[in-house]
């Protein structure tokens, strides 16, 4: 059984950067796709960013392009999601999640989920 376990959030000011990482274990560290999630209070869950493992695509929501990274480290078991230039509206617990086979990578019917990480952006 896979097991996802994110971490690296925190409390940082508007502008700022943090590291959020995803760490992989149960399985072989193969899937159809990986990817960063986020809910923010009193809304729905919404695609941040995924890594397609056969091409190397990444693909983000357009209120982050520019500013997130989503990548792997195959010798850690790792996906992690780089945010850069944080602003308030990026306040949100995030998500990983694991997609063991074709799908819409933007939708929210993956396979595996990690507990989620709060991040919070001061103004």
């Not at 502008?15 to 995803?22: A, E, F, M, N, T």
């Not at 493992?53 to 209120?63: A, G, H, K, L």
Request: with cysteine; proline share 2%.
């Amino acid at each position: 059984q896979v097991h996802l376990v994110e971490s690296g959030g925190g409390l940082v000011q508007a502008g700022g950067s943090l590291r959020l990482s995803c760490t992989v274990s149960g399985r072989a560290f193969s899937f159809y796709a990986m990817g960063w999630f986020r809910q923010a209070p009193g809304k729905e869950r919404e695609f941040v960013a995924a890594f397609l493992w056969s091409t190397s695509r990444t693909y983000y929501v357009d209120s982050v392009k520019g500013r997130f990274t989503i990548s792997r480290d195959m010798f850690k078991n790792t996906v992690y999601l780089q945010m850069n230039s944080l602003n308030p509206e990026d306040t949100a617990v995030y998500y990983c999640a694991a997609r063991n086979y074709y799908g819409n990578y933007d939708a929210l019917n993956y396979d595996s989920w990690g507990q989620g990480t709060q991040v919070t952006v001061s103004s």
